[in-house]
């Protein structure tokens, strides 16, 4: 396979990230706070991910590295036209905010495997199937959960341009179905606008073996404990342990002098958490 051009690889990736928001970004008439808004407004400028499932084992190079995809892979991915597509349509498969888990990336052999991995395919029907969001997964945003209430997210609001880095404990639910605890230590997580910054490999990390949905609330299930969580031990059953994650359905928003961010409030194993369902800070005109 020929390496593309890592500058053409980025140049596309960027273009797919503008695009991906279905929301009109708000206009800010005035500085309010911290104040509740609805759900139905979190619908309309949430960040959505589509959701692609490989049938068959797939090649891609990646900075000259030929890395295999096992079949069956979930990706969050959008469908593209890229120059570089060998696809008759033009088309390529291109994955977006929402990443593999740390577990899958080790296991093919790449060398720094809690980073980002971008990934771009020609794009061919008979290979990719468009799947329905995978139960375990969040709404919107990138899928990261952020040790904290409403308070914390408060206060990091509203340091946006005082504090540029952002210090807390974080949940991330993969596209191919893991659930990775990340202890803060020396490197913040995620930056001022709450973008995850990929420091550092997860403390720990399982495979999400089942997921159950009741109401407001979505049950995962797994074998091992994972270290930094609550979970339920379950002595009989199929699985050993059983999480908890509850959808507050209370979302704000911290409209700034000239941005805004947004927060979902949810609680993990009983412990407070929060998620961004837009992944930048965003501005007024």
């Known amino acids: 396979m020929k390496k593309r051009p890592i500058s053409i690889l980025f140049l596309t990736l960027l273009i797919v990230a503008g695009s991906l928001a279905s929301f009109n970004t708000p206009t800010l008439a005035s500085e309010k706070g911290l104040h509740r808004v609805s759900s139905r407004y979190i619908n309309k400028i949430g960040l959505k991910s589509s959701y692609y499932r490989l049938n068959q084992n797939t090649k891609f190079n990646f900075y000259g590295e030929k890395i295999v995809l096992?079949?069956?892979t979930i990706l969050s991915a959008v469908v593209s036209i890229d120059s570089g597509s060998k696809a008759k349509s033009g088309k390529a498969l291109i994955t977006n905010h929402i990443?593999?888990?740390?577990?899958?990336?080790?296991r093919?052999?790449?060398?720094?495997?809690?980073?980002?991995?971008?990934?771009?395919?020609?794009?061919?029907?008979?290979?990719?199937?468009?799947?329905?969001?995978?139960?375990?997964?969040?709404?919107?945003?990138e899928n990261i959960l952020y040790?904290?209430?409403i308070r914390t997210f408060e206060k990091r609001a509203a340091n946006y341009y005082y504090k540029p880095n952002f210090t807390s404990n974080a949940l991330k639910l993969t596209s191919d179905g893991y659930l990775e605890f990340y202890k803060y230590r020396k490197e913040p997580l995620a930056d001022g606008a709450l973008n995850w910054q990929y420091v550092q490999k997860p403390t720990s990390y399982v495979k999400i073996q089942h997921t159950l949905k009741k109401g407001s609330k979505t049950f995962l299930y797994y074998q091992n404990k994972l270290k930094g969580v609550k979970a339920t031990h379950l002595n009989k059953g199929k699985y050993h342990y059983r999480l908890t994650l509850k959808n507050q359905h209370t979302p704000y928003q911290y409209s700034g002098k000239v941005y805004a961010m947004w927060a979902s409030l949810y609680t993990v194993g009983g412990a407070s958490y929060f998620t961004t369902p837009q992944n930048d800070a965003n501005y007024g005109d």
């Open 70 to 72: 096992p079949k069956g």
């Open 147 to 149: 040790a904290g209430g």
């Open 99 to 106: 990443d593999l888990s740390y577990a899958l990336k080790k």
């Open 108 to 141: 093919l052999g790449f060398t720094k495997p809690y980073k980002f991995v971008p990934i771009l395919l020609s794009y061919y029907p008979s290979k990719y199937t468009r799947v329905k969001r995978p139960a375990y997964t969040l709404p919107y945003g």
